[in-house]
């Protein structure tokens, strides 16, 4: 089936850090997700990115959707305490689609005061 | 602001039991979703529904498994006889339209519910 490769597993950081992690497949995928789940919470939706090189923000998160289709990155600056959490990528074939997502396996983040 | 709401928030049952989980879209949206997470792994997609049909699933959902949309604002999952590797938390999510594109289209996952299957 498909699969999301995601990394790194887990990052610890210092509050302050800028944060990188990213997914890739395969597989093209045309459309990238990414959510954060906090424990015992469903996912968040945080970006997402519909076209092959684009760019995305939301505050201090940013992502791009890999000209390849096949891999894309999140990016945090500045980390904060609430920070913490499992980000999740989420790939979908289709654009415009009441498809399925496919999901990385996580990355968990925890960030020291 | 609109959300998916799921109850119960955990289940406990013995195995062979059936089980129903709930959960209430948000309320304008066409499709509707369930995803499981075991513990510590990553979320699954089981079966999606739209216009009171399923339009997709997984290798996962199995006859045991039976989605339905009883009236105009539940949709339940259904286990049949429960097993042990049945335990993990069930996701339902919605989606306004299939034809919007950003990220107020996108599927909105509720809190979820856990089950544990003994």
């Known amino acids: 089936g498909q699969q999301l490769n995601q990394s790194p597993q887990s990052m610890f950081i210092q509050e302050g850090e800028d944060v990188s992690m990213n997914c890739t497949s395969s597989?093209?995928?045309?459309?990238w997700l990414w959510y954060k789940q906090d424990p015992g919470e469903g996912p968040v939706l945080l970006i997402a990115l519909y076209k092959a090189g684009e760019l995305t923000s939301n505050g201090r998160l940013t992502a791009q959707f890999g000209i390849t289709r096949k891999d894309s990155f999140l990016n945090i600056s500045a980390s904060i305490p609430s920070d913490v959490g499992i980000y999740f990528c989420a790939g979908r074939k289709l654009v415009t689609s009441g498809s399925r997502l496919t999901f990385g396996e996580g990355t968990q983040l925890t960030v020291n005061p | 602001e609109p959300e998916v709401t799921q109850t119960p928030s955990h289940q406990v049952t013995q195995m062979g039991q059936e089980v129903i989980l709930r959960c209430v879209p948000i309320?304008?949206?066409?499709?509707f979703y369930w995803y499981r997470q075991i513990l510590g792994q990553k979320v699954e997609f089981l079966v999606s529904?739209?216009?009171?049909?399923?339009?997709?699933k997984s290798e996962i959902f199995d006859d045991q498994f039976s989605v339905e949309r009883p009236d105009g604002s539940n949709f339940t999952l259904k286990i049949r006889s429960t097993k042990l590797e049945d335990s993990a938390m069930y996701f339902c999510a919605s989606r306004d339209q299939a034809g919007g594109v950003g990220a107020s289209y996108e599927q909105y996952f509720g809190p979820g519910t856990r089950l544990t299957v003994t």
């Open positions: 597989s093209i995928f045309n459309t």
């Open positions: 309320s304008n949206h066409l499709y």
């Open positions: 529904f739209y216009n009171n049909e399923i339009s997709e």
